[in-house]
């Protein structure tokens, strides 16, 4: 099987490793150079609103699938006509919006912060009065890893907010006092078979996430399974989702939804019987879903900018390094290293070895 992936980041190289093991060959479109997927098939250099490199897609593999939310939903819409794309448009039309994601998730029943839609200076100061000080103000599309949203903790923060930000439609969403930050990635089959990983504990910085460790027996998983359940139903979901949550109060509440493979699931990579990566190939391939089952103790540390030396990564018992191939540039995500340990005391001895290095 041939399977098309729209992008050619870290993820859709990932999805490759995963599934080159199953005899699976991949092609990727995605307008960069120096895509870093392209090592491990074929490139289709294009736009992704480039209709004839598009049905050059459709027609050389059996499935496509895509690795980030920037794809516009048509690009998904245009490729259903002639081969089966999961996620569906849909699933990615909601997600990639901001303002069409919370109120899924208000019509769901599931808990969010206070929000407001704003398209202007003046809905901005009208949202503000309503929800209050502090607020988090985020573009509606495109933004991540920290860009694309600012804080507005004082009167003066809000006073040209909306221009600060491109005056591009925004949502504001009220403060979450929140004790902690959690992500539930699951897997959703053609057939609707729905499985959980479990839920992994997130630490950001400077808006981009930097450590994840897999939870085990947490008090949460089915109230975050439930949730997560609405949402894969409500889009007829196929493939790997992952659900952020706030811990409020001792219960959930939303933050976003990312319709792929996750940063925050890298660590199933070696830290469960079957990743998310594979899993989310069984899934649009319409093959049996694998087992979520963790496996030891395990966690994720994202590498931002540069990676460590090799050597130094590779010195540190239970851990896997994983390079992306991609050229250091501050911000960026250009690899992580995932853990997996017999137990939380030796898991958590390996990752202040590994914070050291990225200290250094």
């Known amino acids: 099987m041939k399977i098309g992936v729209?992008?050619?980041g870290q993820l859709g190289r990932m999805l490759a490793l995963a599934g080159t093991p199953l005899g699976q060959q991949f092609a990727f479109l995605d307008p960069a150079p120096d895509a870093c997927a392209q090592a491990l098939g074929e490139h289709i250099r294009a736009d992704y609103s480039d209709t004839d490199h598009l049905r050059q897609l459709a027609d050389e593999v059996d499935v496509v699938?895509?690795?980030?939310?920037?794809?516009?939903?048509?690009?998904?819409?245009?490729?259903?006509?002639?081969?089966?794309?999961?996620?569906?448009?849909?699933?990615?039309?909601?997600?990639?919006?901001?303002?069409?994601?919370?109120?899924?998730?208000?019509?769901l029943g599931?808990?969010?912060?206070?929000?407001?839609?704003?398209?202007?200076?003046?809905?901005?100061?009208?949202?503000?009065?309503r929800i209050g000080l502090p607020a988090v103000m985020k573009?509606?599309?495109?933004?991540?890893?920290?860009?694309?949203?600012?804080?507005?903790?004082?009167?003066?923060?809000?006073?040209?907010?909306?221009?600060?930000l491109g005056s591009v439609p925004c949502i504001l969403e009220g403060f979450v006092p929140f004790t902690g930050e959690v992500s539930l990635v699951a897997v959703r089959a053609r057939d609707?078979?729905?499985?959980?990983?479990?839920?992994?504990?997130?630490?950001?910085?400077?808006?981009?996430?930097?450590?994840?460790?897999?939870?085990?027996?947490?008090?949460l998983q089915a109230l975050a399974e439930d949730y997560v359940s609405r949402v894969l139903d409500k889009l007829d979901y196929v493939g790997v989702l992952a659900f952020e949550f706030f811990?409020?109060?001792?219960?959930?509440?939303?933050?976003?939804?990312?319709?792929?493979?996750?940063?925050?699931?890298?660590?199933?990579?070696?830290?469960?019987?079957?990743?998310?990566f594979e899993n989310h190939l069984r899934a649009i391939a319409g093959l049996p879903l694998g087992s979520t089952a963790k496996v030891g103790e395990s966690a994720m540390l994202?590498?931002?900018?540069?990676?460590?030396?090799?050597?130094?990564?590779?010195?540190?018992?239970?851990?896997?390094?994983?390079?992306?191939?991609?050229?250091?540039?501050?911000?960026?995500?250009?690899?992580?290293?995932?853990?997996?340990?017999?137990?939380?005391?030796?898991?958590?001895?390996?990752?202040?070895?590994?914070?050291?290095?990225?200290?250094?």
């Open 247 to 276: 811990e409020v109060d001792g219960g959930l509440k939303a933050n976003e939804i990312a319709p792929r493979v996750h940063n925050s699931g890298h660590w199933t990579i070696e830290g469960a019987e079957c990743s998310q």
């Open 6 to 8: 729209i992008g050619g």
């Open 302 to 360: 994202n590498f931002i900018g540069e990676v460590p030396a090799v050597e130094a990564v590779s010195a540190i018992k239970h851990c896997h390094l994983h390079h992306y191939g991609k050229a250091f540039k501050a911000g960026r995500k250009v690899g992580h290293a995932t853990l997996r340990c017999p137990d939380m005391e030796a898991l958590q001895a390996r990752i202040a070895e590994v914070e050291a290095l990225i200290g250094n």
């Open 192 to 219: 609707g078979e729905t499985r959980f990983y479990p839920l992994v504990h997130n630490t950001h910085e400077n808006g981009i996430l930097k450590l994840s460790v897999a939870s085990t027996a947490h008090p």
């Open 110 to 129: 599931i808990p969010t912060p206070e929000f407001a839609d704003i398209q202007s200076q003046e809905n901005l100061d009208a949202a503000v009065k």
């Open 139 to 164: 573009t509606r599309t495109l933004g991540y890893d920290g860009k694309g949203q600012k804080v507005l903790r004082h009167p003066d923060d809000v006073v040209g907010a909306y221009a600060e």
């Open 65 to 107: 699938t895509f690795e980030f939310e920037s794809v516009p939903a048509e690009t998904v819409a245009f490729l259903a006509q002639f081969v089966p794309v999961y996620p569906n448009a849909e699933s990615l039309r909601i997600a990639r919006d901001r303002w069409f994601e919370k109120s899924m998730f208000q019509d």
